[in-house]
């Protein structure tokens, strides 16, 4: 709207200006409109970028989590290497 058509509205008395400001309001609940749906936007972008990032967590977790067993086991298998070696050397085998 120009300045004529404000001017034209403010000469219309108390029911140009009401019309002045509902307009107004209109714009006004429009904007909170879009900010709220950009808000929710970035909001569901957020979401799923944490659900991959638990997702990349949890199968690192798993990862170390298996890496450990494998050190279990190997320290286990190790162990009773040793026990079989120091067996031998005391028959005197080696």
Not at 27 to 48: E, N
Not at 65 to 80: F, L, P
Request: glycine share 6%; with cysteine; hydrophobic share 50%.
């Amino acid at each position: 709207m120009d300045a004529a058509g404000i001017q034209k509205a403010f000469e219309a008395g108390p029911w140009g200006v009401c019309a002045l400001l509902v307009l107004a309001l209109i714009f006004c609940v429009r904007h909170i409109i879009v900010l709220y749906g950009d808000k929710d936007t970035i909001r569901l972008q957020q979401i799923a970028d944490t659900r991959v990032a638990l997702e990349a967590v949890a199968k690192s977790t798993d990862n170390l989590n298996s890496a450990e067993e494998r050190m279990v086991a190997n320290t286990d298998a190790t162990k009773e290497l040793l026990a079989v070696t120091r067996s031998l050397v005391n028959k005197g085998q080696v």
